[in-house]
C-alpha cells in the first residue's frame, strides 16, 4: 500500500542538540510539507517543496531546516535554534506542487526534550 | 491570502444524534474546500473534498458536506453519531488553479460523544 511514512514515533532531544525527522512517501507525490501542532493552534507550515531540489519557508520555518534530494524523501532537522521544540510533527504529501489539491499524510512525530 | 474559521473548539454530541461541524473560509473566489479528522497522536485523514459542480458532498464514514456560496460556509454533517467518531476535525480550504500548493487549516473542532 502506498503512503506516507515518518520515523520515529516518538523523540526525545536534550538542550543544545540538533534531531532530523524523516519522512518517506512511495505514493509519486511531487509536493511534500512539514506541520507542526500544539493543542489548540490547529496546523502550522514549517516548510514544503513543491519539487525536488526546490522548498520554500512556510509560517514558522525559524529554528528548522529541510531537503529534498530525492522526490520519496523530505527530512526535517529541528536544530537547537528552535527554543520550544516540544510539539507533534506531520509531515504530508500532495500529488501535484500546485492548485490546493489534498494532501495525505503520515501518523506523526512526537518531539519532547529531556 | 485565504483563511478559515472553526468557531467552535469543542461540541459533546450524544451517540446516535446528528452532528454539524461549522466551518466558515475567506477568499475572494470560489477554493478547493476540504475535512479532516485526527484520532489522538494519529494523522490526518481525508473525510472528504469540495471542488466544483455539486455543492453535497458525500465522504467516507457516513460523513457529508455542503458547500454555501452565500455563506462562505462549508458544514460538516452527519446523521447518527457513533462514539468512534470522537476525533478533532479539521476544515481546510486551497487556491485552485494557482501556483500555491499549500493548504490553510483551520484550528479544528474538538468532537466528544457521550453515551
Known amino acids: 500500500d502506498g503512503g506516507i511514512t515518518q520515523s520515529p514515533k516518538y523523540l526525545f532531544r536534550k538542550e543544545g542538540q540538533n534531531v532530523t525527522l524523516s519522512c518517506e512517501q512511495n505514493?509519486?507525490?511531487?509536493?511534500m510539507y512539514w506541520y507542526r501542532q500544539d493543542p489548540g493552534q490547529g496546523l502550522r507550515l514549517i516548510y514544503y517543496?513543491?519539487?525536488?531540489?526546490?522548498?520554500q519557508k512556510g509560517d514558522i520555518a525559524e529554528g528548522y531546516s529541510v531537503s529534498r534530494e530525492k522526490k520519496e524523501s523530505f527530512p526535517l532537522t529541528v536544530t537547537s535554534a528552535q527554543k520550544n521544540p516540544t510539539a507533534f510533527y506531520l509531515c504530508a504529501s500532495s500529488i501535484e506542487g500546485t492548485g490546493g489539491q489534498p494532501q495525505h499524510f503520515g501518523d506523526g512525530t512526537r518531539l519532547s526534550i529531556l | 491570502a485565504q483563511s478559515v474559521t472553526q468557531p467552535d473548539i469543542h461540541i459533546t454530541v450524544s451517540e446516535g444524534a446528528s452532528l454539524e461541524l461549522r466551518c466558515n473560509y475567506s477568499y475572494g473566489a470560489t477554493p478547493y474546500l476540504f475535512w479532516y479528522v485526527q484520532s489522538p497522536g494519529q494523522g490526518l485523514q481525508l473525510l472528504l473534498k469540495y471542488f466544483s459542480g455539486d455543492t453535497l458532498v458525500q465522504g467516507i464514514k457516513g460523513f457529508e458536506a455542503e458547500f454555501k456560496r452565500s455563506q462562505s460556509s462549508f458544514n460538516l454533517r452527519k446523521p447518527s453519531v457513533h462514539w468512534s467518531d470522537a476525533a478533532e476535525y479539521f476544515c481546510?480550504?486551497?487556491?485552485?488553479?494557482?501556483?500555491?500548493?499549500?493548504?490553510?487549516f483551520g484550528k479544528g473542532t474538538m468532537l466528544l460523544v457521550s453515551p
Open positions: 517543496s513543491q519539487i525536488v531540489n526546490d522548498f
Open positions: 505514493l509519486n507525490h511531487d509536493a
Open positions: 481546510a480550504v486551497g487556491v485552485p488553479y494557482s501556483g500555491y500548493s499549500t493548504l490553510t
